[in-house]
């Protein structure tokens, strides 16, 4: 069944085109998206909302937190995200006309269920207008059974435990509901529409091209061999790229990494770059370039080794000392990413192969958690 591939992960990584594909096919025409997509009552469903709360775990809530920066830029919908386990406890406030949105591969995550079931409890007693919908990649899962509205990534199986094809049509899917939920509220031109679905359609050839990268990947990890720490950095959607970056790197390889949105570093982890500290930036040519180049700056006038990947654009390294990947020719802020995260994925795979970890099968862990 493997194939060609020496692990089930690798092998998920580059079906990731192929993912992404049959995540889109029959939800999307050439130039718009199908707001049939998310079900019949998506239209009233949606029309009615105000807000959206994003509830997951792990790398699904990476997933999340992207959107929550598109939600906001591209369509200016309030949303807000936070992790199962921390929002069954802490008895949040449920507000009318928020859209609850949980998201999981498995759709078996127990404190995501948990999450879910407490709202529609909650709502009910207050009779409240909070529509459910859940992005998930089994059909007949629990969470399926227990939403409203139902998204299904078509990702295929997913056996290793790291989760990569997953989030990859999470974010396809997520990008869907922006679009849905921006042409239902009158909050996107036709022409944006058009401009997300072109930039969709690319995606496959991205991310195919992204995947062409791995030798120099391959190499690129070797240079983790003897460490047993990481920092990741990101500016704006690539923080929660740098967060799963990190996950990814940690859960396979059990080297320590930390993700920090770039900003952050003057406020602490700075005093953590010495020579032997390997630092990781993601560098799209956006708007936050220049910012994130000071702070590659201050890393590198601490000696911190950088790798950085950017795209074709970017030229982060423009006084040398950097290694640097050109991970991709794309700067779309909802391709880019979704593209970024595919070669920080094979990083994580080959460090792991360096150290000689289990990588399908990581320790202490399990592909569903569905005990809290
Ligand atoms: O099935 P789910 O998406 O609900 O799972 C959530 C997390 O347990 C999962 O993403 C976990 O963090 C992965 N092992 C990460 O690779």
Known sequence: ELGEHRHYMHKEIFEQPQSVIDTLEGRITQESVLTSAFGHQ???????????QIIACGTSYHAG?????????????PCFIEVASEYRYRNPVLLSDTLFVTISQSGETADTLAALQQIKQKRDVKNLNCPTLSICNVPE??????????????AGPEVGVASTKA?????????????????VQGRLTQKRERIIVQGLQKLPGLIRNALNHEDEIKEIAKRFADKS??????????YPIAMEAALKLKEISYIHAEAYPAGELK??????????????????????????????????????????????NANTDSEGGMKVV?????????????TFNIPLQLLAYHVALIKGTDVDQPRNLAKSVTVE
Do not use: C
């Open 65 to 77: 937190m992207v959107a929550k920066y598109w939600f906001e830029d591209i369509i200016g919908l």
């Open 267 to 312: 406020h602490g982890p700075l005093a953590l770059i010495d020579e032997y500290m390997p630092v990781i930036a993601i560098a799209p040519h956006d708007d936050l370039l220049e910012k994130l180049k000071s702070n590659l700056q201050e890393v590198r006038a601490r000696g911190g080794q950088m790798i950085v990947f950017e795209d074709e």
């Open 326 to 338: 050109k991970a991709t020719t794309n700067v779309g802020r909802i391709t880019a990413p979704i």
């Open 167 to 183: 989030f990859t049509t999470q974010l396809v899917a997520l990008s869907l509901l922006l679009t849905t939920l921006g042409k």
């Open 229 to 238: 720490s990481a920092l990741f950095l990101g500016r704006g959607t690539m």
């Open 42 to 52: 998506a239209e009233t469903l949606f029309a009615s909302i105000s807000q959206i």
């Open 141 to 154: 899962s629990s969470l399926t059974r227990e939403s409203d509205l139902v998204f299904l990534t078509h």
